[in-house]
C-alpha cells in the first residue's frame, strides 16, 4: 500500500516537473515577467508537494496508522508554509512579477498534476499486462 501511494506521489511530481516548462513557455508570448511569475508559481508548487511528500511517504509503518495522520497533517503544515514563505520571497526579491499569473500557474500545476498523473500511471499499468 505504500509503495502503492508513493509510486503515485512520484508520478504526481514527475508531471508537475514536466508542467512547470510547459507553462512558462506558454506564457513567454506575455512577456517576460509574465513567464518568469508563471516559472516560480510552477516551481512552488513543485517544491512544496515534493517536501509534503518526502515527510508523508518516508518509513512509514503499517502497524500505526495514527502516525500516519499526523504525519500528513504536518507535512500539509510544512508544504503551506513554505509555499506562503517562498512567495513572499520571491514578491519581496523579485520586481514585476505577476501576481495573476504567479497564483495561476501554481493552481494549474496542482490541479493539471492530479488530473494527468493518475491517467498516465492506468496507462503504464496497462503496457506492463500486454
Do not use: H
Not at 11 to 33: E, K, R, S, W, Y
Not at 56 to 85: C, H, M, N, T
Request: proline residues 5%.
Amino acid at each position: 500500500m505504500q509503495q502503492q501511494g508513493a509510486q503515485r506521489a512520484g508520478n504526481v511530481l514527475i508531471v508537475q516537473l514536466a508542467l512547470a516548462p510547459i507553462l512558462t513557455l506558454a506564457a513567454l508570448p506575455f512577456g517576460l515577467p509574465v513567464a518568469l511569475s508563471v516559472l516560480i508559481g510552477a516551481s512552488v508548487c513543485l517544491v512544496a508537494n515534493s517536501i509534503f511528500a518526502f515527510q508523508v511517504f518516508r518509513r512509514y509503518r503499517a502497524q500505526d496508522p495514527q502516525l500516519l495522520v499526523v504525519r500528513f497533517y504536518g507535512a500539509e503544515l510544512i508544504k503551506l508554509s513554505l509555499a506562503l514563505g517562498l512567495f513572499f520571497i520571491a514578491f519581496v526579491t523579485i520586481e514585476g512579477l505577476s501576481w495573476p499569473a504567479l497564483l495561476l500557474a501554481y493552481f494549474a500545476v496542482q490541479l493539471l498534476s492530479a488530473v494527468f498523473a493518475p491517467d498516465w500511471d492506468a496507462r503504464q499499468g496497462d503496457e506492463k499486462n500486454t
